[in-house]
């Protein structure tokens, strides 16, 4: 694809939004919880899992944890357990109840909502401290930058970068502020329902005459 300028790529964009925005008028985050707390802890779980399997092991899970102080002060081979069909259960079974005494000892058991407070949690990067904070708070700091927001900004000629930084931030160079959260959720719905890795349903796409398909030749 011959390089666009600026203008012509923010107009493709606004349309593939506006088509996008048509096709999931009700996408959101697909991570059961009623509180930050719920939404933060999920959300480390979904590391290399998928959101069907965390909101599977966290219906159970948050019945019996209920607050920052109940993960704290749990038996560490208690949640490994609760949590094991995630995976890296250990891993994040730690990166939980540690993030939780954080909570307890420096925010009162809360969740923090800014990004420098949430990054400083233990298993808390970018990503998901972007997904506490855009949907338990409603406030767009950044895009969430996940696999599918990774490949679908490829593929449709956004970015070029590879690594979830750089990607993000050419994101938010070119969407608008208060559509970041949106735009993350729209990515990752097309991105299962349309635009899987290996099979793409390029035919049937809602965007596919804005769609350049960069680097879809080796599939
Ligand atoms: S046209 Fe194909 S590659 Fe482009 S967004 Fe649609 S499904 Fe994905």
């Given at each position: 694809m011959p390089r666009e300028t600026a203008q012509t790529k923010t107009a493709r964009l606004k349309q593939i939004i506006a088509a996008l925005d048509r096709a999931y008028p009700g996408a959101h985050c697909e991570l059961d919880h009623a509180d930050p707390l719920q939404l933060l802890v999920a959300t480390i779980l979904s590391a290399q899992c998928t959101d069907k399997r965390v909101n599977l092991v966290t219906k159970e899970l948050f019945k019996k944890y209920r607050s920052?102080?109940?993960?704290a002060n749990a038996p560490l081979a208690e949640i490994e357990q609760a949590i094991q069909s995630t995976g890296f259960f250990r891993n994040k079974a730690k990166n939980i109840q540690a993030c939780c005494r954080k909570l307890v000892e420096h925010h009162g058991?809360?969740?923090?909502?800014?990004?420098?407070?949430?990054?400083?949690?233990?298993?808390?990067?970018?990503?998901?401290?972007?997904?506490?904070?855009?949907?338990?708070?409603?406030?767009?700091?950044?895009v969430v930058v996940d696999t599918h927001v990774a490949r679908l900004s490829q593929r449709l000629g956004l970015t070029r970068q590879k690594t979830p930084e750089k990607i993000e931030s050419e994101l938010m160079a070119l969407v608008p502020p208060k559509q970041?959260?949106?735009?993350?959720?729209?990515l990752i719905w097309h991105g299962r329902r349309r635009?899987?890795?290996?099979?793409?349903?390029?035919?049937?796409?809602?965007?596919?005459?804005?769609?350049?398909?960069?680097?879809?030749?080796?599939?």
């Amino acid at each position: 694809m011959p390089r666009e300028t600026a203008q012509t790529k923010t107009a493709r964009l606004k349309q593939i939004i506006a088509a996008l925005d048509r096709a999931y008028p009700g996408a959101h985050c697909e991570l059961d919880h009623a509180d930050p707390l719920q939404l933060l802890v999920a959300t480390i779980l979904s590391a290399q899992c998928t959101d069907k399997r965390v909101n599977l092991v966290t219906k159970e899970l948050f019945k019996k944890y209920r607050s920052a102080a109940d993960f704290a002060n749990a038996p560490l081979a208690e949640i490994e357990q609760a949590i094991q069909s995630t995976g890296f259960f250990r891993n994040k079974a730690k990166n939980i109840q540690a993030c939780c005494r954080k909570l307890v000892e420096h925010h009162g058991g809360k969740v923090p909502r800014t990004m420098d407070e949430l990054t400083q949690l233990d298993g808390v990067g970018r990503k998901t401290a972007n997904v506490v904070l855009g949907n338990a708070f409603g406030i767009n700091v950044g895009v969430v930058v996940d696999t599918h927001v990774a490949r679908l900004s490829q593929r449709l000629g956004l970015t070029r970068q590879k690594t979830p930084e750089k990607i993000e931030s050419e994101l938010m160079a070119l969407v608008p502020p208060k559509q970041w959260t949106l735009f993350s959720h729209w990515l990752i719905w097309h991105g299962r329902r349309r635009c899987a890795a290996r099979k793409p349903d390029c035919a049937n796409c809602e965007i596919q005459k804005r769609c350049p398909q960069i680097g879809m030749a080796g599939i």
